[in-house]
């Protein structure tokens, strides 16, 4: 069955939504999102191979080895990054995935506070902005 009011369009990649502003909203989730993965993925090179680059505080709650911190940011933003082009590319699982993926990417940004924060603060904003135009409402239908 169709809906009676709005129609969408079929492609090889899937559903895609007549409205210009959803399209538009998921392609900015694309584009952040392939570029606060590229920064996370150069984030954690930089605290596996220099330690030294940051700043570490004493008796921080999150006490966590830089090394290790480095490796979280390094595997996280491989995946952000990849959710990223599949978005590109019409992927459906995508979506769906760059919450998630977003939402661990601002709770790993929100405990790299003390060693970097303004860039911890960017890149949690950023996410926010991802999670909600990737949840914004689209007027999307799948036409028989």
């Known amino acids: 069955m169709a809906s009676s009011n709005v129609t969408g369009t079929h492609h090889r990649a899937g559903w ?7 399209t538009g909203w998921t392609a900015a989730a694309a584009a952040l999102m392939t570029f606060g993965g590229i920064m996370a993925i150069f984030q954690g090179i930089a605290a596996i191979a ?6 570490t505080t004493a ?3 999150y006490e966590f080895s830089l ?6 940011h390094l595997i996280l933003g491989a995946l952000v990054t990849a959710a990223g082009l599949a978005l590109f590319r019409g992927a459906t699982w995508a979506r769906a995935a760059g919450v998630a993926l977003a939402g661990l990417s601002m709770i790993a940004n929100f405990v790299w506070l003390p ?3 303004v860039w911890s603060i960017a890149l949690i904003v950023i996410d926010g902005f991802i999670i909600w135009a990737l949840c914004a409402p689209r007027r999307e239908t799948s036409r028989t």
């Open 16 to 22: 895609e939504a007549e409205s210009a502003w959803a």
């Open 50 to 55: 220099q330690d030294d680059f940051f700043v």
């Open 115 to 117: 060693y970097y924060p």
């Open 67 to 72: 090394t290790g911190w480095g490796w979280v």
């Open 59 to 61: 008796d921080f709650t």
